[in-house]
């Protein structure tokens, strides 16, 4: 059976070492036995974990909820529909940022308007509206 050090780990499942080492303390990759050397021999399934979890959080899961994925991955019992609640509930969180966003370009966009360039900075409606409390 093939296994890895660290560093091969890293180098295909395209993360850092720190990455692993990071992934392996929160629960998300096995901790794997050790060489007689001390250093740790991962199997070479890892790749595909990491891999996994590196693409999970591309699309916003955060590591709770990849850990719940990873948990789902090997549960038989369960169903396809746990895995797409989780997709649903994080589309409505992004759809909920961009609503938040949104808001806050076009608050800037309206205060970068307001902002006249020559006015001294005690005047500047944008440092204004920053300090103001109702500001925004």
Request: glycine share 6%.
């Amino acid at each position: 059976m093939e296994s890895l050090t660290i560093g091969q780990l890293a180098r295909r499942a395209g993360v850092g070492v720190e990455t692993v080492r990071f992934y392996e303390r929160e629960g998300l990759i096995p901790e794997p036995p050790r060489r007689p050397s001390g250093y740790r021999d991962y199997p070479l399934e890892s790749v595909a974990r990491i891999v996994f979890i590196r693409r999970a959080k591309e699309l916003g899961f955060t590591l709770r909820e990849i850990h719940e994925l990873l948990e789902l991955r090997v549960t038989p019992r369960r169903s396809c529909a746990h895995v797409k609640r989780s997709a649903d509930a994080k589309i409505a969180d992004i759809e909920g940022k961009i609503a938040a966003l949104r808001r806050m370009r076009s608050a800037l966009n309206d205060l970068v308007k307001a902002c006249e360039k020559r006015a001294p900075t005690k005047e500047c409606p944008i440092l204004a509206s920053l300090g103001d409390p109702d500001g925004l």
